[in-house]
C-alpha cells in the first residue's frame, strides 16, 4: 500500500520540493517486508521517484551510493547500482 501512495504523490505532485524529504525517508526507512514476488519495494520506487524529480538536489548521489550498497533488499541494491553505473558514465 505504502508503493501506492508514494506512486500517487509523485504522479501528481511532481518536483515539489517539499516532498523530497517524504522520499528520502521512505528510500531509507522503510522496513516493508515483502510477501508476494509481484510486490515492488516502497524504498525502490522512492528512489526511482528522488533520481526521476530530483536529480540535481545535493543528497540524490549519496542516497544512491548509499542504497547501492547497504539497502537489504537485492533488487534495490542492484536497481541503485545500475543506475550509479548509468550516472557514471
Known amino acids: 500500500m505504502r508503493n501506492v501512495a508514494i506512486q500517487v504523490l509523485a504522479k501528481h505532485f511532481k518536483y515539489q520540493p517539499d516532498l523530497f524529504d517524504t522520499y528520502y525517508h521512505c528510500a531509507i526507512n522503510d522496513c516493508v ?3 508476494e514476488n509481484l510486490e515492488t519495494n516502497p524504498r525502490r520506487i522512492a528512489v526511482e521517484i528522488i533520481i526521476k524529480q530530483y536529480p540535481q538536489h545535493s543528497q540524490t548521489l ?3 551510493r548509499d542504497r547501492a550498497e547497504n539497502d537489504p533488499d537485492e533488487e534495490v541494491r542492484e536497481y541503485a547500482q545500475n543506475q550509479l553505473r548509468q550516472w557514471q558514465g
Open 33 to 35: 517486508e515483502l510477501k
Open 62 to 64: 549519496p542516497l544512491l
